[in-house]
C-alpha cells in the first residue's frame, strides 16, 4: 500500500493505492470524538476522481464526515463500506513512511 496524495492542510484525508485499487481515509471528526473512516473507492468514485482531481476527494471527505458512518443510528451511505478494519495496518505504515519520506506524494509503498 502506498500514499498517492493528501490533504495539503491538515491531513484530512489520504489517498492510498494498493494492487490497483483506491482507498480515501478520511479523518472525521465531531466534537469531542474523532475518528478515522476508510472506503475503497467504487468504480463511479474513481472516474470521478479522474475527472474532477483532488476536488473530488475533498468532497468525497467531506461527504463522510458530514454523514457520521459510525453513529449507530445514521443513515449514511457509507456506512458499510467502512474497510479500515483489513486495511488500517498498511495504511499507517505507508502514511508513516511517506511522513518519513518528507511527505512527497506516491514516494512510499509498504508491502
Not at 73 to 96: C, F, H, L
Request: with cysteine; glycine share 6%.
Amino acid at each position: 500500500m502506498r500514499v498517492l496524495d493528501a490533504d495539503d492542510e491538515c491531513y484530512g484525508w489520504f489517498l492510498l493505492e494498493e494492487d490497483g485499487s483506491l482507498f480515501l481515509e478520511a479523518s472525521c471528526n465531531h466534537s469531542f470524538v474523532g475518528y478515522t473512516f476508510m472506503i475503497q473507492l467504487n468504480a463511479h468514485e474513481v472516474d470521478e476522481y479522474k475527472q474532477q482531481g483532488r476536488a473530488c476527494l475533498h468532497q468525497l471527505a467531506q461527504y463522510i464526515q458530514d454523514s457520521v458512518p459510525i453513529h449507530k443510528a445514521t443513515q449514511s451511505i457509507y456506512k458499510g463500506r467502512d474497510v479500515s478494519s483489513a486495511y488500517m495496518e498498511k495504511a499507517i505504515a505507508a502514511v508513516n513512511a511517506w511522513r518519513n519520506a518528507g511527505s512527497q506524494a506516491g514516494s512510499s509503498a509498504v508491502e
